[in-house]
T-cell receptor
């Protein structure tokens, strides 16, 4: 079974440039998450989707970050313009629907996209 | 107060010893608790989940939960060098149905 696929694995850009990350979840997983992980910290949730609906985007910096999940399958996370502080690993994860309480928290992560902003 | 707190470590144990990793959480209504392992440069992977007070064993791993004390722990018996990683505690908060991660504890198993 294919896991969560993310691209690109690495991205180096200059500040004020735009960047986009793509994620394809595990087949059948309706719930998709974008997390940001800074060095030495745990993952922090940016946005959670149930199918194509963003059900929790409270921690997404909406002035520069945007996300979409058209057709409820793959997703794109965009940053425009990027700032130095955006350097981090952006992790995509998927899970079974969170309505099934025992599946909430059982996340499958992709390999992440490491962003360096110069 | 952080929502999920862990000692950052590093925790160093000799090969074959028991490693004990601890986590406390602030949301008393939390119902689901998880331990993820993250190797350097890799993404987190789920190793244990626990939902009820008490112990849950899976091979060399035992998760312990005490909701009254808001405390979760992970014991790794017969520690191996391959267990060297960062262990992330994650708690599903009642409000918002949100999974919150701690900063992780670095474990080093010395051969």
């Amino acid at each position: 079974e294919a896991g969560v696929v993310q691209s690109p694995r690495y991205k180096i850009i200059e500040k004020k440039q735009p960047v986009a990350f793509w994620c394809n979840p595990i087949s059948g997983h309706n719930t998709l998450y974008w997390y940001r992980q800074n060095l030495g910290q745990g993952p922090e949730l940016l946005i959670r989707y149930e199918n194509e609906e963003a059900v929790d985007d409270s921690q997404l910096p909406k002035d520069r970050f945007s996300a979409e999940r058209l057709k409820g399958v793959d997703s794109t996370l965009k940053i425009q313009p990027a700032e130095l502080g955006d350097s981090a690993v952006y992790l995509c994860a998927s899970s079974w629907p969170t309505g099934l309480i025992r599946h909430t928290g059982e996340l499958f992560f992709g390999e992440g996209s490491r962003l360096t902003v110069l | 107060q952080k929502e999920v707190e862990q000692n950052s470590g590093p925790l160093s144990v000799p090969e074959g010893a028991i490693a004990s990793l601890n986590c406390t959480y602030s949301d008393r209504g939390s119902q689901s608790f998880f331990w993820y392992r993250q190797y350097s440069g890799k993404s987190p992977e789920l190793i244990m989940s626990i939902y009820s007070n008490g112990d849950k064993e899976d091979g060399r791993f035992t998760a312990q939960l005490n909701k009254a004390s808001q405390y979760v722990s992970l014991l790794i018996r017969d520690s191996q060098p391959s267990d060297s990683a960062t262990y992330l505690c994650a708690v599903n908060q009642r409000y918002g149905n949100k999974l919150v991660f701690g900063a992780g504890t670095i474990l080093r198993v010395k051969s």
